[in-house]
């Protein structure tokens, strides 16, 4: 059986994938004055995550209680980066088969007392945990886009604790996030699955031809008073990981419209992926740095 974690604000935490979102979940869990591990097999990748972080942890600590400034270190071997951890938190390309190898691998290698958790947007862990020795310790902690967004789904992989589940309810908390537990196993969680249906739709009606990503966007913005609208919020995703996630929710229901993955497929296969190209949606991004 699984314990909760011991003295966890000494020892570090770690994610594994500098992308999008393992970046800002790192810069999360650094606004408590501890370590944060930062695990990715690119160099380049791991390194602009820790800088990501170091950037924005002044300007996100006050707004945690009881913040102070931690560090963000980059480490490319994961089996020495979850060393000592009492969290690990898995952030990699939303592809199955690589959340089961990286999970087989932390079954052994975090700390036994570790909690194990996969910020997977449409994936549930018991995919991916099945057979594996210490899966009451392991979870699905989806985050959205922190630190603007600071909500987050808990949903157990089947076989997870009831310690566990309250711990991460009880102490996430303190890092300036606000979980939300789903009380059945549910593709999309919470929020996503409400979303999911909002940015299938938006897809569509561009794929059709009734509207532009702009015109969308703009209508969202003005009826709802957001900041922005459904493909400007694609575009901050990543329009790969949202392929992804629309391919996965096709393939659990083939009933579902076919336009929202041809028009971002379209997108993909020219290279526009949203802000980390520099164009999506829309083309309005700072263009990255080559080399």
């Given at each position: 059986m699984s314990s909760v974690p011991q003295n966890h604000f000494d020892r570090p935490v770690a994610v594994i994938g500098g992308g999008t979102l393992g970046r800002r979940i790192a810069l999360m869990f650094a606004t408590r004055g501890g370590e944060v591990r930062i695990i990715d097999p690119n160099g380049e990748v791991g390194n602009a995550a820790v800088a990501f972080v170091e950037k924005n942890l002044p300007d996100v600590v006050p707004t945690v209680t009881n913040g102070k400034a931690g560090t963000a270190e980059y480490v490319p071997d994961q089996a020495i980066g979850v060393k000592g951890a009492w969290l690990v938190v898995e952030a990699v390309p939303e592809i199955l088969d690589l959340k089961k190898k990286v999970f087989a691998q932390l079954d052994t290698q975090a700390d036994p007392d570790a909690i194990?958790?996969?910020?997977?947007?449409?994936?549930?862990?018991?995919?991916?945990?099945?057979?594996?020795?210490?899966?009451?310790?392991?979870?699905?902690?989806?985050?959205?886009?922190?630190?603007q967004t600071t909500a987050l789904d808990v949903m157990s992989d089947g076989n997870t604790s009831k310690d566990v589940i309250d711990f991460v309810l009880k102490t996430f908390p303190d890092y300036g996030l606000h979980p939300y537990l789903v009380r059945k196993e549910s593709t999309g969680f919470i929020f996503n699955r409400i979303w999911a249906a909002i940015k299938r739709e938006s897809l569509e009606v561009v794929y059709e031809g009734v509207s532009t990503p702009q015109d969308v966007d703009a209508m969202f913005v003005q009826n709802f008073g957001t900041k922005a609208g459904p493909f400007r919020m694609m575009d901050q995703v990543g329009l790969d990981v949202v392929l992804d996630i629309e391919e996965h929710y096709e393939q659990e229901n083939p009933?579902?419209?076919?336009?929202?993955?041809?028009?971002?497929?379209?997108?993909?296969?020219?290279?526009?992926?949203?802000?980390?190209?520099?164009?999506?949606?829309?083309?309005?991004?700072?263009?990255?740095?080559?080399?």
């Open positions: 194990v958790s996969s910020n997977s947007s449409s994936y549930a862990s018991r995919l991916f945990t099945e057979g594996l020795k210490t899966n009451d310790r392991m979870l699905n902690t989806h985050f959205y886009m922190p630190p009933n579902l419209p076919k336009g929202p993955v041809k028009l971002l497929k379209k997108y993909v296969d020219a290279g526009k992926l949203g802000v980390k190209t520099g164009e999506g949606f829309y083309d309005d991004y700072p263009k990255p740095k080559k080399g």
